[in-house]
Protein backbone atom coordinates (compact mmCIF):
# COMPACT_ATOMS: atom_id res chain seq x y z
CA UNK A 1 0.00 0.00 0.00
CA UNK A 2 2.86 2.12 0.90
CA UNK A 3 4.33 1.81 -3.10
CA UNK A 4 0.84 2.00 -4.41
CA UNK A 5 0.05 5.52 -2.17
CA UNK A 6 3.89 7.10 -3.59
CA UNK A 7 2.91 6.20 -7.22
CA UNK A 8 -0.46 7.70 -7.06
CA UNK A 9 1.17 10.48 -5.63
CA UNK A 10 3.94 11.14 -8.21
CA UNK A 11 1.52 10.77 -10.69
CA UNK A 12 -0.74 13.49 -9.32
CA UNK A 13 2.24 15.83 -9.77
CA UNK A 14 3.01 15.16 -13.43
CA UNK A 15 -0.33 15.29 -14.05
CA UNK A 16 -0.29 18.80 -12.87
CA UNK A 17 2.60 19.50 -14.98
CA UNK A 18 0.88 18.02 -18.00
CA UNK A 19 -2.05 19.85 -17.28
CA UNK A 20 -0.11 23.46 -18.23
CA UNK A 21 0.73 24.44 -21.75
CA UNK A 22 2.95 27.55 -21.82
CA UNK A 23 2.05 30.53 -23.77
CA UNK A 24 4.58 32.76 -25.09
CA UNK A 25 2.64 36.24 -23.63
CA UNK A 26 1.55 33.92 -20.80
CA UNK A 27 2.96 35.46 -17.36
CA UNK A 28 4.44 32.92 -14.71
CA UNK A 29 5.21 32.80 -10.90
CA UNK A 30 5.89 30.48 -8.40
CA UNK A 31 5.00 30.87 -3.96
CA UNK A 32 7.10 29.28 -2.15
CA UNK A 33 7.26 28.58 1.51
CA UNK A 34 10.04 27.37 3.96
CA UNK A 35 10.31 26.10 7.19
CA UNK A 36 7.50 23.20 7.64
CA UNK A 37 5.95 20.83 7.63
CA UNK A 38 3.84 21.53 10.41
CA UNK A 39 -0.13 20.87 11.64
CA UNK A 40 -1.06 24.06 11.93
CA UNK A 41 0.19 26.89 9.94
CA UNK A 42 0.97 24.91 7.04
CA UNK A 43 -2.39 23.28 6.62
CA UNK A 44 -4.11 26.55 6.56
CA UNK A 45 -1.58 27.45 3.84
CA UNK A 46 -2.90 24.30 2.05
CA UNK A 47 -6.42 25.68 3.05
CA UNK A 48 -5.77 29.15 1.08
CA UNK A 49 -3.98 27.37 -2.01
CA UNK A 50 -7.13 25.88 -2.49
CA UNK A 51 -9.74 28.88 -2.35
CA UNK A 52 -7.83 30.27 -4.93
CA UNK A 53 -6.82 27.25 -7.10
CA UNK A 54 -3.24 27.39 -6.87
CA UNK A 55 -0.09 25.27 -5.95
CA UNK A 56 3.06 25.91 -4.27
CA UNK A 57 6.31 24.66 -3.62
CA UNK A 58 7.19 23.88 -0.28
CA UNK A 59 10.57 23.85 1.02
CA UNK A 60 10.67 21.75 4.51
CA UNK A 61 12.97 20.81 7.11
CA UNK A 62 14.14 17.48 7.67
CA UNK A 63 13.75 17.51 10.91
CA UNK A 64 10.21 18.79 10.87
CA UNK A 65 9.37 15.68 8.91
CA UNK A 66 7.31 13.29 11.41
CA UNK A 67 4.41 10.81 11.50
CA UNK A 68 1.78 13.44 11.71
CA UNK A 69 3.66 15.88 9.11
CA UNK A 70 3.63 13.36 6.25
CA UNK A 71 0.41 13.37 6.50
CA UNK A 72 -0.11 17.31 5.81
CA UNK A 73 2.88 16.64 2.76
CA UNK A 74 0.64 14.30 1.33
CA UNK A 75 -2.20 16.78 1.45
CA UNK A 76 -0.01 18.91 -0.41
CA UNK A 77 1.01 16.35 -2.93
CA UNK A 78 -2.73 15.56 -3.51
CA UNK A 79 -3.73 19.61 -4.52
CA UNK A 80 -0.59 19.51 -7.13
CA UNK A 81 1.94 21.33 -5.09
CA UNK A 82 5.65 19.83 -4.73
CA UNK A 83 8.28 19.38 -1.61
CA UNK A 84 11.21 20.75 -1.93
CA UNK A 85 14.51 20.54 0.27
CA UNK A 86 15.36 23.23 3.04
CA UNK A 87 18.53 21.28 4.60
CA UNK A 88 17.80 19.16 7.99
CA UNK A 89 18.37 21.31 11.07
CA UNK A 90 17.82 25.12 9.07
CA UNK A 91 21.67 25.92 10.51
CA UNK A 92 24.24 28.10 8.61
CA UNK A 93 25.37 25.55 6.47
CA UNK A 94 28.61 27.75 4.78
CA UNK A 95 30.09 27.19 7.78
CA UNK A 96 29.97 23.38 7.80
CA UNK A 97 32.61 20.77 6.40
CA UNK A 98 31.76 18.60 3.73
CA UNK A 99 30.43 15.84 5.00
CA UNK A 100 27.81 17.74 7.26
CA UNK A 101 26.94 19.59 4.34
CA UNK A 102 25.78 16.27 2.26
CA UNK A 103 24.28 14.44 5.59
CA UNK A 104 21.91 17.47 5.84
CA UNK A 105 20.83 17.19 1.85
CA UNK A 106 20.74 13.44 1.69
CA UNK A 107 18.37 12.88 5.21
CA UNK A 108 16.13 15.75 4.04
CA UNK A 109 15.76 14.30 0.44
CA UNK A 110 15.52 10.51 1.74
CA UNK A 111 12.42 11.57 3.98
CA UNK A 112 10.68 13.92 1.25
CA UNK A 113 11.20 11.03 -1.25
CA UNK A 114 10.02 8.15 1.61
CA UNK A 115 6.34 10.44 1.54
CA UNK A 116 6.05 11.61 -1.77
CA UNK A 117 7.77 9.17 -4.54
CA UNK A 118 9.72 12.28 -5.82
CA UNK A 119 13.48 13.12 -5.05
CA UNK A 120 13.50 17.53 -4.52
CA UNK A 121 14.86 18.80 -7.03
CA UNK A 122 15.47 22.14 -5.43
CA UNK A 123 17.26 23.76 -2.51
CA UNK A 124 16.95 26.60 -0.39
CA UNK A 125 19.63 27.43 1.92
CA UNK A 126 18.91 28.28 5.29
CA UNK A 127 18.93 32.17 5.48
CA UNK A 128 20.11 32.33 1.78
CA UNK A 129 23.81 31.87 3.50
CA UNK A 130 25.71 30.24 0.51
CA UNK A 131 29.70 29.77 -0.96
CA UNK A 132 31.19 27.83 -3.92
CA UNK A 133 31.68 24.40 -1.52
CA UNK A 134 27.95 24.09 -1.01
CA UNK A 135 27.48 24.37 -4.68
CA UNK A 136 30.13 22.26 -5.07
CA UNK A 137 28.79 19.68 -2.98
CA UNK A 138 24.96 20.10 -3.46
CA UNK A 139 23.81 18.45 -6.55
CA UNK A 140 20.24 20.83 -6.25
CA UNK A 141 19.52 23.66 -8.23
CA UNK A 142 19.53 26.73 -5.34
CA UNK A 143 16.78 29.03 -4.95
CA UNK A 144 16.29 32.24 -3.13
CA UNK A 145 13.47 34.29 -4.00
CA UNK A 146 11.73 37.58 -3.54
CA UNK A 147 10.20 38.42 -0.01
CA UNK A 148 8.31 40.60 1.76
CA UNK A 149 10.53 40.10 5.07
CA UNK A 150 7.51 37.87 6.43
CA UNK A 151 10.19 36.01 8.69
CA UNK A 152 9.78 39.13 11.10
CA UNK A 153 6.43 40.20 12.75
CA UNK A 154 6.38 43.31 12.81
CA UNK A 155 5.87 43.75 9.34
CA UNK A 156 1.68 43.13 9.58
CA UNK A 157 -0.25 41.66 6.39
CA UNK A 158 -0.64 45.09 4.23
CA UNK A 159 2.97 45.34 4.44
CA UNK A 160 3.38 41.87 2.97
CA UNK A 161 0.89 41.99 0.32
CA UNK A 162 2.13 45.37 -1.21
CA UNK A 163 5.53 44.25 -0.84
CA UNK A 164 4.76 40.69 -3.05
CA UNK A 165 2.90 43.14 -5.32
CA UNK A 166 5.31 45.81 -6.32
CA UNK A 167 8.15 42.45 -6.35
CA UNK A 168 6.22 40.81 -8.99
CA UNK A 169 7.45 40.27 -12.25
CA UNK A 170 7.23 37.08 -14.82
CA UNK A 171 9.41 34.15 -13.59
CA UNK A 172 9.47 35.11 -9.76
CA UNK A 173 9.84 32.88 -7.08
CA UNK A 174 8.09 34.09 -3.90
CA UNK A 175 10.12 33.54 -0.77
CA UNK A 176 7.42 33.41 2.04
CA UNK A 177 7.70 31.09 5.46
CA UNK A 178 4.93 28.99 6.68
CA UNK A 179 6.18 28.03 10.50
CA UNK A 180 3.62 27.96 13.07
CA UNK A 181 2.34 31.29 14.06
CA UNK A 182 2.89 33.24 10.63
CA UNK A 183 -0.88 34.00 10.06
CA UNK A 184 -0.06 37.31 7.91
CA UNK A 185 1.30 35.61 5.26
CA UNK A 186 -1.34 33.77 5.17
CA UNK A 187 -3.53 36.36 5.34
CA UNK A 188 -1.59 38.18 2.49
CA UNK A 189 -1.60 35.53 0.03
CA UNK A 190 -5.67 35.90 0.16
CA UNK A 191 -5.16 38.91 -1.19
CA UNK A 192 -1.62 38.49 -3.32
CA UNK A 193 -3.31 35.51 -5.41
CA UNK A 194 -6.38 37.45 -6.76
CA UNK A 195 -4.66 40.25 -6.96
CA UNK A 196 -2.26 39.01 -9.43
CA UNK A 197 -4.26 36.81 -11.08
CA UNK A 198 -5.90 39.98 -12.24
CA UNK A 199 -2.54 40.85 -13.61
CA UNK A 200 -2.07 37.42 -15.99
CA UNK A 201 -0.10 35.77 -13.58
CA UNK A 202 -0.40 32.17 -13.68
CA UNK A 203 0.78 30.39 -10.70
CA UNK A 204 3.30 27.32 -11.08
CA UNK A 205 5.63 25.34 -8.43
CA UNK A 206 9.07 25.69 -8.63
CA UNK A 207 9.83 22.82 -11.12
CA UNK A 208 7.00 23.31 -13.49
CA UNK A 209 8.15 27.50 -13.57
CA UNK A 210 11.88 26.33 -14.79
CA UNK A 211 9.82 23.95 -17.15
CA UNK A 212 7.40 26.13 -18.89
CA UNK A 213 10.17 28.69 -19.00
CA UNK A 214 12.51 26.11 -20.81
CA UNK A 215 15.29 27.16 -18.19
CA UNK A 216 18.02 24.96 -16.15
CA UNK A 217 19.79 25.52 -13.38
CA UNK A 218 23.52 25.99 -13.95
CA UNK A 219 24.49 24.71 -10.41
CA UNK A 220 26.38 28.41 -9.67
CA UNK A 221 23.19 30.30 -9.71
CA UNK A 222 20.57 30.88 -6.85
CA UNK A 223 17.76 32.06 -8.30
CA UNK A 224 15.03 34.60 -7.17
CA UNK A 225 13.83 34.86 -11.45
CA UNK A 226 14.08 32.33 -13.71
CA UNK A 227 14.97 33.23 -17.06
CA UNK A 228 12.66 33.09 -19.92
CA UNK A 229 14.28 30.72 -22.58
CA UNK A 230 11.34 29.80 -24.68
Given at each position: ????????????????????????E???????????????????????????????????????????????????????????????????????????????I???????????????????????S?????????????????????????????????????????????????????????????????????????????????????????????????????
Open positions: MKILSKIVLSLSAALVLMSFTPKDEKYVALSFDDGPNLITTPAMLDMLKKHDVVASFFVVGDSINDQTKEVMKRAISQGCEIENHSRTHNHMNRMEEEAVKAESFTSAAVEEVTGRKPEYFRPPYIVNQDMYDWIDLTFISGKGCNDWDAKYDKDFRVNGLLKAAEPGTIFLLHDFVGNDATVQAIDEVIPALKAQGYTFVTVSQLFKLLKSEGDGQTIYSVVPDNR
